[in-house]
């Protein structure tokens, strides 16, 4: 079945997710790999500040995940989703207007905070409208979103050839009308009314140890796919000694997840467990930096190292199609699915400061390798991260500490904060 076949066959609440989805990714794409060139350039901000801006976005987005989460249980997934949509219209339609630090400020905190809300909240609304579908459900929802961020910077490279307002206004407007479509469009789902306090699921969560080690195994992930935009595209440009190499590594990935996605997560899901092809994909993302790592230490641009880094990219990009769909699945059946939404942004915030801490540890062997010349170190350190996160998880696997079934009311947790597997299948 084709794509385009297999998503004619979701309700009409996941079809909107899904272009949702493909437009968050094209609007954000479309301005935030620009903004830093624009706040420095064009308004004359100094490093310090511009680290500053950009920061305040990223800590208001990881940093709020959890509330996020909580909320689109409490409130509903789809009121959630909304606002999200409708605070980031008004944050990138600050940056268009304003040039006074407080005014990009202002725009940083909420465009951050609109990620926060809109990110768990589209998780938590798939996972309970997909049913036992939702492997295939998260394998489309990574196709569009894949295919939003190749089609975002085009977008933004083209409206910056009039100026970046032009480029901050579009991507306001992609919000808007998203925005829009959801409030007209998408169905509202019943809202069971919470009978603990706030801090009660935060505790549960927070509790549930074997979540807990799961979140902490899965790093990795984040972590080296976060090196699509730091150390492989310095390699590809690297390479090749041509910039716009870059831009290979995004349309190789694309390419791939329209044609292979779905056949991938429907073959693999009748072939074993999910912890299982977690493990697998978590291996996959590592040795992908292996061929890259290979041609390292050449001081000419050359095709075939091009090839080779774009053969890492693609092997990293095929262990995300692996892993990613079980991961999303398997989230929602560590506890109870009112909490559904209070576990994806846990999941989130662990795993957005591992993205954020990977990134500086990368950063860290990149600037080693070019004074030590140890160019390969960089790759060894991914390598390293994507090979322990699959042996974390295959330990969490084989000690029985992943569930295997579709979330369930189970009573509340012991103590100790451990649930016996039975209460989670």
Known sequence: MSTLAAIRTFPL???????????????FYLLVPYLATHLSDDLGLSAAVVGVVLGLRNLSQQGLFLIGGSASDRLGARG????????????????????????????????????????PAVRTYVAQEAGDRKAEAFALFNVFATTGALLGPLLG??????????????????FAVLTLAQLLVLPARPVPTADTPLLGD???TLRNRRFLAFS????GMYGLENQLYLLLPHAAAHASGWAGATGLLFLAGTVTSLLFQLRITRALK??????????????????????PALVAGASEPHPLRLLAVLAGALLLHVGVMIASPFVMELIPAFGRESLTGTYYGLFYLVSGVAAAAGSAGVGWSMDTAGTTGLSWL???????????????????????????????????????GVRPRSETT
């Open 13 to 27: 609440a996941i079809r909107l997710l899904l272009v949702n989805q493909l437009g968050v990714n094209t609007g």
């Open 80 to 119: 959630v989703i909304i606002a999200g949509c409708a605070l980031r219209t008004v944050g990138f339609g600050l940056f268009a207007l304003g040039d006074t630090l407080p005014l990009l400020l202002a725009a940083s905190v909420l465009s951050g905070l609109a990620g926060a809300l809109f990110n």
């Open 157 to 174: 490279g083209l409206l910056l050839l009039v100026d970046f307002r032009a480029a901050a206004v579009a991507a306001a407007a992609v």
């Open 202 to 204: 935060w505790r549960e």
């Open 216 to 219: 902490l195994a899965m790093i």
């Open 270 to 291: 009748a072939r074993g467990d999910r912890a299982r092809w977690i493990t697998t994909g978590l291996a996959v993302m590592g040795l992908g930096f292996v061929p």
């Open 378 to 416: 960089p790759y060894a350190c991914c390598t390293a991260l994507g090979v322990g996160s699959a042996v974390a998880v295959a330990r969490l696997r084989r000690r029985g500490a992943l569930p295997e079934g579709d979330p369930a009311e189970p009573p509340p947790p012991a103590p100790t």
